[in-house]
Structure formats: structure tokens, C-alpha cells
């Protein structure tokens, strides 16, 4: 686009916010997100003990995303930061699409003096994203509190906002504790720390997962509660908010802002901690507000699937004409079809200029341990068709119980699950029993843990395959022992082992091991596992499984695999472990048997 059209632009959107009507703040009156930063008078980051500087990328980053919003007007890049994002679109191997511009089209957007309202932070590990965006949640918090009545200045705008309703700036992670660690403690510390929000943050009535702010108009509600006699707290019209992707506390919320911690990690298809789900169920709150809506997605990348992939792809998209070519318009340029969408994909050593996480070092040091595995958690790139590991193995860690051992008799209180499963492939066999216990957690939320009881492994040995009589005994035996009340099966060759229990009373059944129940049961599993919700004990086979197991996603759920190469060349367990979770968690009785079958057969 000409210099002169992009100026008129600048000219028209300063002209714009100028001549706004509200009668109590312009653009004059916000200072630029960068300014917010280093002003003694705002963050006041440079007077801090010890003291916080801004990186050359992390400014970029910031400029690139609010220039031209209200209070950026004037925003801009230096010679030297044009120079250093060129350099990247030269030297650094992304995932843009290069027929679409690659990553000089971050340029070509800032060019345009685009408004952006998504940010996609695509970002290595030690890239400073926490801190990024909890640099941007308090700005947003700032501008709030500085419209004096935010309520009245967007019901002029046509936003139906109750006047007792807060505005939220929400924050939202894959579990209540990452949410609040480390995203929200960062937020609250920009809060507390700064100058200008000392006197704005209403300490009685904030919570541990929830601070509010004061404005000019809750001032003068609180002096007219207290002349009238009324008894009543005034919360605040402002309120930073922290969550988790399952709680429905964050459904309804008049949120102008929306940070997505860790984004990638979630799942990103069936599941109670559906990615796609948590966007689906809170994004649009923020469309009221128009270009004041912001959504946030950091994360290092996982699989080329899911809404954190699809959005990346969208930033590039363009409008294409009835022949399938780019459309372009009187000038000659081509016309983009979500500019709104800025997605930064940064490796590492771009982003964090610390000597030890430069480029040269980490390819010296962590991309021998595990190539593809560097170029997810440091390169910041999106992994193909080679799959990603299925679980965090550091979340398997927490979730092992190493005093634990496998149970020899049943606790009277509980109920057992036991599912298994007969590889078709390699012809191994494999049962899992568990039990789930009911608790309230710290945040009084009603929770269901899930114990490993029990975990066999039978492989087919140099005289013949698995004995399934053998099996099929191990299960009458655990069902006199424990009060075992499903038993389950994928649908290989079983209808004969399943006839056979239910002739001895057991309420056995089948269950379809497609993709659509697969995708569900794994994704309860990795819930669990995300939530330390699940109690394993160190069993060598299944935790070696679980931590090498890989997948893909695909259209409708995913596909998982392992490596046939590799010390774990199989997934029977965790098959075995997912089938019982979910049965424990959702109870799945079959209602065929008669009503006077026993089910569980008692100690003899």
C-alpha cells in the first residue's frame, strides 16, 4: 500500500478517537503500551528491585500488537527493530506460508497500520510469555480505569453492560493451578507493584483468583452508598480474573480481554479441557467491544492441528477471487482476510538474549537429546507428521505414587473398573483395574481422583500365545476380591471371554475401540493426568507406554502411535488404563443383564 494511503489512514483513526464524544478521556489521555512500561508513574518496571528492562524483541512484540489502538496512535518501529525483524524472515526457518509472505507479512500488516485483536504468541520455552502478557493484561486493566465510567463510555458505543457488572480481563489456563501459577501471580504482581494501581485496587473484596479495580465512578457510587445508609461493598467495575479451561465461573462474563496460557497444551479436540471448546465458550464476549476486544493465545506449538494451528494459518490468509487468486485490489495489492489476527512465531534465542539460550548453545546442548523435540520446545516450530508426545512426562512424574505398589484385596467403600485389552498387532494382553474417589479440592470445586489399582502385561511366549483362560481367571479372581462392577473389552476376539464372565455373574461387555471413543477416553486420560488427578504406581511397562506414546491430530479426534523401534513398542496399557478411567469416571453399566445378576461375586 502507497505512503500517502497508509498515512491517511494513521490520520483518519487519530482523527476518530479524538473526536470521541464521551466527555472523559481521548487518546491523549492513555499513554503508549511502551511508555506504561518504563514510566516511573505506571509499571515503573526500570524502578523495581531488581530492576526489569524491557528486551529489544519484547518491545517489538508490543509495538506490533498495539500501534495504532487508542493511546498508540503514534506508535512506532525504529530503523533498528524494521532491521532485526528482517533479519529474521531471512535467516530463521518458520511455519508461515511462504507463497502467503512468510514473516515479512508481519511487516506488511504493521505497514498497513493494521488494529490487531489476536495475538497469537507462538514462542519457545524462556521467551518471557508469561510476562508478556501480563504486561498486556494490565494495560488493558490501565485503559479501563482510565475511561472513569467504562460502563458509560461503551453503552454509548451501542455494549449492553449491567452497571454492577464488572468488565473482566480474563486469564485462562488448562487447570485452576497452572492458571494461577505462574500467569496470574505474574499479573498481580505488575498490579502491586505499580505506582498507579496503588490506589485503585479494592483489597477487601479481591480473592485469591480475582483482583478488582476501582474507577472514578465506583468512587463516587461508594460516597453515595455511605450518605444514603446503604450497607452494601462496591466490588468494582474492573476485575482481573483467573481460570481454568473446565470452570464455568468464566462462562458470562462481560470480558473485554481473554489470555489463553499455554494454549497448545490443551486439548484440542474432545475432553473437558477442550481447547477449541474454551475458545468457542468465551471468545465471543470480547466481539461486543469491538476493536477494544483482545484475545491472547500464548504457548510453545504442538501438532499442526487445532485452533492454535488454525488461527496461525488464518493470520496469512487472503480473499481470493472466483478463480482461486489472490484478489487484489485498485493498487494492486492483495486484500488479507483476517488482518486482525497477529501471530509472532519466535524461537528462543530470538526472543530471550541471555548468553546461555543463544542459538549456538542450544543447538550445542539440547538439540542432540532430542531433535524434534527442540524444535517444538526452542525453534518455536509446529510439529508435522512426526507426531508429539501424547502425555508431559513431568506430568506423568507427579502423577506417580512411588510408595505404591499394585493391590492384593479391595476396600469395601469403593467400586472397581476393570478394563482390557487384546492387542490386535502384537498380540499382548493387557487389564487395568482402578477406583475413583470423590473430594472437593482447595478452590471447594468437586473433583474425582482416579487410583490405579492394578496393572497385568501378558505377551505371547515361545510355546504359544496369551493363555486367554489364564486371563479370563485373573478376572474372576480380582472380581472376588474387589467389588469390581464393570468389566470391559475393545471388540478383537472377546465375545467369548465376556459370555463366559457373565455366565460366572460379572457384568462384562464390549465396548467399540473407534476413533471417535478413543479420542474421548483419551482425552478424559489426559485430563487426569494434566490435572494430577490420576494416582499411578511405578509400573515399568505402562509408564514407559504413557511416555512414549505419540499423536497426530486429525479432522475428527486424532490418531496415537508409538515407535515399533523403540524400548516401548506398544499402547495395551495405556488402552487398558484409559477404558477403566473412563468407566470410572462415567460409570457406563450396561443395563442387559437381568436385574437379579450378581455383580460382584464377594471373598470366598
Not at 487447570?175 to 496470574?184: N, R
Not at 466481539?287 to 488464518?314: A, E, N, T
Not at 465375545?495 to 455366565?503: D, E, F, S, Y
Amino acid at each position: 500500500m502507497p505512503g500517502d494511503d497508509r498515512n491517511f489512514i494513521g490520520s483518519l483513526i487519530d482523527e476518530l478517537v479524538l473526536s470521541s464524544d464521551d466527555g472523559q478521556t481521548s487518546s491523549e489521555g492513555i499513554v503508549d503500551i511502551i511508555t506504561f512500561c518504563e514510566d516511573p508513574r505506571f509499571l515503573n518496571m526500570g524502578g523495581q528491585s531488581p530492576p526489569m528492562h524491557l528486551w529489544g524483541m519484547q518491545k517489538i512484540v508490543l509495538k506490533l500488537f498495539y500501534r495504532g489502538s487508542r493511546g498508540n496512535e503514534h506508535l512506532s518501529l525504529t530503523e533498528d527493530e524494521r532491521r532485526l525483524l528482517h533479519e529474521i524472515d531471512k535467516t530463521e526457518t518458520l511455519d508461515y506460508d511462504q507463497n502467503k509472505g512468510g514473516f515479512r507479512q508481519i511487516v506488511e500488516k504493521y505497514d498497513r497500520a493494521t488494529i490487531h485483536t489476536t495475538l497469537l504468541l507462538v514462542m519457545g520455552r524462556r521467551s518471557s510469555k508469561t510476562l508478556m502478557v501480563s504486561i498486556i493484561a494490565a494495560y488493558e486493566a490501565y485503559k479501563l480505569v482510565e475511561l472513569k465510567n467504562p460502563h458509560e463510555y461503551y453503552s454509548k458505543k451501542g455494549v449492553e453492560i449491567a452497571a454492577g457488572k464488572p468488565i473482566a480481563i480474563l486469564n485462562v489456563a488448562v487447570s485452576a493451578k497452572q492458571a494461577y501459577d505462574p500467569l496470574f501471580l505474574e499479573i498481580e504482581s505488575r498490579i502491586t507493584r505499580s505506582p498507579y494501581f496503588r490506589d485503585k485496587v479494592n483489597y477487601p473484596v479481591c480473592r485469591k483468583d480475582a483482583i478488582y479495580l476501582l474507577t472514578e465512578a465506583d468512587r463516587e457510587e461508594m460516597r453515595r452508598r455511605e450518605r444514603e445508609g446503604v450497607d452494601m461493598k462496591v466490588e468494582g467495575s474492573v476485575v482481573l480474573m483467573s481460570g481454568h479451561s473446565n470452570s464455568n465461573s468464566l462462562r458470562g462474563k462481560a470480558a473485554i480481554a481473554i489470555l489463553f496460557d499455554e494454549y497448545a497444551h490443551f486439548i484440542q479436540t474432545d475432553g473437558r479441557t477442550s481447547g477449541d471448546e474454551a475458545y468457542r465458550a468465551l471468545v465471543p464476549s470480547t466481539k461486543q467491544f469491538g476493536d477494544d476486544g483482545r484475545i491472547v493465545l500464548l504457548s510453545d506449538p504442538k501438532g499442526k492441528d487445532g485452533m492454535f494451528w488454525r488461527l496461525f494459518q488464518m493470520s496469512t490468509d487472503r480473499e481470493l477471487d472466483e478463480d482461486g487468486r489472490d484478489q487484489l485490489d485498485e493498487n494492486g495489492d492483495y486484500t488479507p482476510k483476517h488482518d486482525k489476527i497477529l501471530a509472532l512465531q519466535i524461537p528462543t534465542w530470538r526472543m530471550n538474549p541471555t548468553k546461555d539460550l543463544s542459538r549456538e548453545v542450544l543447538e550445542e546442548e539440547e538439540k542432540p537429546k532430542d531433535p524434534v523435540s527442540f524444535a517444538c520446545t526452542y525453534g518455536a516450530r509446529f510439529l508435522g507428521e512426526e507426531g508429539v508426545k501424547f502425555f508431559d512426562e513431568k506430568k506423568i512424574t507427579s502423577c506417580i505414587d512411588f510408595s505404591a505398589g499394585p493391590e492384593d484385596t479391595g476396600d469395601p467403600k469403593y467400586v472397581y473398573h476393570i478394563h482390557l485389552d487384546p492387542a490386535t498387532t502384537s498380540h499382548n494382553y493387557a487389564l487395568a483395574m482402578v477406583h475413583a474417589v470423590t473430594f472437593s479440592n482447595q478452590y471447594q470445586q468437586v473433583k474425582r481422583k482416579v487410583f490405579l489399582d492394578l496393572l497385568k502385561f501378558w505377551t505371547p511366549t515361545e510355546d504359544g500365545p496369551v493363555d486367554i483362560n489364564e486371563v479370563q481367571s485373573t478376572v474372576i479372581a480380582l472380581c472376588r476380591k474387589f467389588r469390581v462392577v464393570t468389566v470391559t473389552f475393545d471388540q478383537w476376539q472377546s465375545a467369548q471371554t465376556i459370555q463366559n464372565l457373565r455366565n460366572a455373574g460379572i457384568n462384562a461387555f464390549e465396548t467399540k475401540f473407534v476413533t471417535g471413543y478413543l479420542t474421548t477416553i483419551y482425552g478424559e486420560l489426559k485430563t487426569l493426568v494434566n490435572l494430577e488427578d490420576v494416582v499411578l504406581y511405578p509400573n515399568y511397562q505402562l509408564i514407559g507406554e504413557m511416555k512414549n506414546l505419540k499423536y497426530k491430530l486429525l479432522r475428527s479426534g486424532f490418531r496415537r502411535f508409538f515407535d515399533p523401534e523403540s524400548e516401548f513398542p506398544s499402547d495395551d496399557c495405556c488402552d487398558a488404563l484409559a477404558g477403566a478411567v473412563y468407566q470410572s469416571l462415567y460409570a457406563q453399566v450396561r443395563q442387559s443383564l437381568p436385574r437379579g445378576a450378581v455383580v460382584w461375586t464377594g471373598r470366598r
